[in-house]
Structures are given as structure tokens and as C-alpha cells.
């Protein structure tokens, strides 16, 4: 990329809120380097983003899973002057009980789920830090926060929640790190939303009710606009964030009561 344009990377590019987060950017002045597996979609989504919005769009076909190619993406970012967000969105569903689920794929959603992201925040940062200006949005989801829900009415999904819990943690962890650097970092919790991802997972979208379906556009709406409010975890469909403080004060009060030295009674009382 030779131009002086600002430059944004977006993993997962090739549909959905990856696909939409470079149809805004792009619009926003960005330059992009999107990264996806499947080549062909990329090349069609950056041919019709140069046009639309001459900028540049660099395409990298990439599974972020497999450790040689995430070396590759990783040094590409690393070398990038003009980053200034890192959009960390690859992923998938694989919703069934886990005593089914293939060990393989389960280790293939913690490499990209954890693994990736962490290791490409950690190739974004530096330079960031020594501009003093970046953004990482990390995309988490609303089964976050779902583990004290059980699976009777929901999907079988303790791996992929689990893997989502660690992204908001890690998030959070991070940006109480970089308060005052420039650098901002975002756990971004989308819920149901119309993309592939729902159809790779067998979820019908059009037959949950008029409403409760997001937008991927609105998402990233949703996304960009928390960045500018500060929010770190970000829910695109939560209008009352009270909510969401009274569950992070319920985590300090909780914190705070366990740390005594002695044996809690109930303990004590079990014979």
C-alpha cells in the first residue's frame, strides 16, 4: 500500500460483520487488508470495494487456525505503519453437546478464538503504542455471558461461550493496561445476526421473531460507536447498560467477599 490513508485489518472478511466492517471502513477513508480462507470471496469483496470507494484493499487467504499461516498474518501487521485498527472477528459456531464434538475442531475454535486473536493483538500493539493511537475490536459475542443459563433452551455451545468469556476478560484486562495510551480495545457482543454464521450452525434465522435479528451493518454501527463512547464491552441491542454495570459490580462485591483466609461455614458444616 503506498497511499497516506489509515489502515484497518479484518479477519473473517469474506461475509457477514467481517464483510461489513470492511464496507464501513472502506467508506470511512480506510485502506484494507482483509483476511479470510476462502480467496475468492476476498478478491470479490475488495474489486467491488476499490471501486466503490478507491481505496486499497490488499487480500491475504489465511487460516488463522494453522500456526503458519497465523506467522504470516501476524508479520504483516507487525510491519504496518499505518494500522490503526485490528478488527479480530474470524470464528465459527460448532454448537453441539461436547462430548460430540470432534477434539480436532474443538482445538481448532480455541487456535482461532484465543490463540489468533491474542497473538494478533499482541502483533498490533507495539506499533500502536509508539503512534499513540489503534484500536482492537474484538469480537466476542452475547453467549458471553450465557454459562449460568444451562443448554436445556439454548444450543450446546461450552466451548465457543467459553472461548467468547476469555475474549471479554482478556479485552477488558487489556484496555485497564493501555488507559491513557491512545490505544482503545473493545469486546464487541453482537447476539443473533443476520449473517452465514447462524446457517453453518443450523439456525434458521427467519424463523426467530420480527426483531430479535440484527443487522451486520447495524452491528458495526454499533461497534464504532461504542468506540467513540469508551464502552469496552460493547452489546449492540442492550439499551439499558446499567445491566451490564450491576453484573461487573456484582463481580467486584464478589471478588472482594471471597479473599478472607478462613474456610467458609457451609464447608464446615458438611459431615
Known amino acids: 500500500m503506498t497511499t497516506t490513508r489509515p489502515h484497518a485489518l479484518i479477519t473473517g472478511a469474506s461475509s457477514g460483520i467481517g464483510a461489513s466492517f470492511a464496507e464501513r471502513l472502506a467508506h470511512d477513508g480506510y485502506d ?3 483476511v479470510a480462507r476462502r480467496r475468492e470471496r ?6 467491488r470495494l476499490q471501486q466503490k470507494y478507491q481505496v486499497d484493499v490488499e487480500v491475504l487467504a489465511a487460516d488463522l487456525s494453522k500456526s503458519d499461516s497465523l506467522r504470516i498474518i501476524e508479520k504483516r501487521i507487525a510491519e504496518d505503519t499505518a494500522l490503526e485498527i ?6 465459527f459456531g460448532g454448537y453441539m453437546p461436547f462430548v460430540n464434538l470432534d477434539p480436532d475442531k474443538a482445538e481448532e475454535q480455541l487456535n482461532l478464538h484465543v490463540v489468533a486473536l491474542t497473538r494478533l493483538t499482541r502483533a498490533a500493539l507495539p506499533g500502536m503504542l509508539t503512534r499513540k493511537k489503534g484500536a482492537i ?7 458471553a455471558f450465557s454459562s449460568s443459563m444451562g443448554s436445556a433452551q439454548m444450543p450446546k455451545r461450552a466451548t465457543y461461550a467459553g472461548t467468547k468469556a476469555y475474549i471479554n476478560t482478556f479485552s477488558q484486562l487489556l484496555q485497564s493496561e493501555l488507559d491513557g495510551t491512545g490505544v482503545q480495545v473493545q469486546a464487541l457482543c453482537p447476539g443473533l445476526v443476520e449473517t452465514e454464521f447462524h446457517s453453518h450452525v443450523g ?4 424463523r426467530f421473531p420480527a426483531g430479535m435479528v440484527m443487522k451486520p451493518e447495524d452491528v458495526v454501527t454499533g461497534s464504532l460507536a461504542g468506540l467513540k463512547l469508551g464502552e469496552v464491552i460493547c452489546v449492540p441491542a442492550l439499551e439499558d447498560m446499567s445491566l451490564l454495570t450491576n453484573i461487573q459490580e456484582s463481580e467486584r462485591k464478589f471478588f472482594e467477599t471471597s479473599r478472607m483466609g ?6 464446615k458444616d458438611t459431615k
Open 203 to 206: 439456525a434458521d434465522t427467519s
Open 262 to 267: 478462613d474456610l467458609a461455614q457451609r464447608y
Open 137 to 143: 475490536i474484538n469480537v466476542s459475542s452475547r453467549l
Open 86 to 91: 485490528l478488527i479480530n472477528n474470524a470464528g
Open 42 to 47: 476476498l478478491e470479490e469483496l475488495a474489486q
Open 32 to 34: 484494507l487488508i482483509i
